[in-house]
């Protein structure tokens, strides 16, 4: 089925590890994002990628880094995971017109 | 900047009573407008949007919303609800309609719709 894949879904880390949450999408899409869902807080974005080869920060880069691997993946990696980055990440695409955003089903990350 | 308020947290309603979840939101230009759907431990899916033209937008599910743009808000309804539309309901503005940022979205914080049998 077309859309957004996500994976892992679920993903225990211990504080200071690093991980790469990996994103793909197959609906030819320019733009994509990276999401956390915390209770209460909705989505805030992460970081984005308008088209392969540009990335920008959102609204909570920091711990963070981004890859736009070419026009299908964006991954998101965490260098030193902190518990504060216990969350859930949803990755997102949308394509030239830009009208409504497709989500992957979500990561369930937590560092303990 | 851009910015979503959703003003009730959690709502109650009866299976079959009609529903109103309310959207403000914070913009300089026409927005974009959207509303997702979250079931438990699933990603979001799309409920309808709003562009520009008829300010009453029909969506999936039997939901709408109507854009009211002197009072910045974009209130989703259904006239009768099913104990299947429990879920969180997230109200989002699209970014500026120029250039690269055209995609992404700000959320508001959801609500959170509890139906009773």
């Not at chain 1, 080869?53 to 964006?74: C, H």
């Not at chain 1, 260098?79 to 369930?108: I, K, L």
């Not at chain 2, 854009?67 to 997230?90: G, T």
């Not at chain 2, 250039?99 to 914080?109: A, D, E």
Request: glycine share 10%.
């Amino acid at each position: 089925n077309a859309g957004v894949t996500q994976t892992p879904k679920f993903q225990v880390l211990k504080t200071g590890q690093s991980m790469t949450l990996q994103c793909a999408q197959d609906m030819n899409h320019n733009s994509m994002y990276w999401y956390r869902q915390d209770p209460g807080m909705g989505l805030r974005l992460i970081y984005y990628s308008a088209s392969e080869g540009t990335t920008d920060k959102g609204e909570v880069p920091n711990g963070y880094n981004v890859s736009r691997l070419n026009k299908r993946e964006f991954s998101l990696r965490l260098e030193s995971a902190a518990p504060s980055q216990t969350s859930v990440y949803f990755c997102a695409s949308s394509g030239v017109n830009n009208r409504g955003s497709t989500f992957g089903s979500g990561t369930r990350l937590t560092v303990v | 900047a851009q910015s979503v308020t959703q003003p009730d947290i959690h709502i109650t309603v009866s299976e079959g009573a009609s529903l109103e979840l309310r959207c403000n939101y914070s913009y300089g230009a026409t927005p974009y407008l959207f509303w997702y759907v979250q079931s438990p431990g699933q990603g979001l899916q799309l409920l309808l949007k709003y562009f520009s033209g008829d300010t009453l937008v029909q969506g999936i599910k039997g939901f709408e919303a109507e854009f009211k743009r002197s009072q910045s808000s974009f209130n989703l309804r259904k006239p009768s609800v099913h104990w299947s539309d429990a879920a969180e309901y997230f109200c989002a503005v699209g970014g500026d309609r120029r250039g690269s940022t055209l995609g992404r979205l700000y959320f508001g914080r959801g609500t959170q719709l509890t139906v009773w049998p």
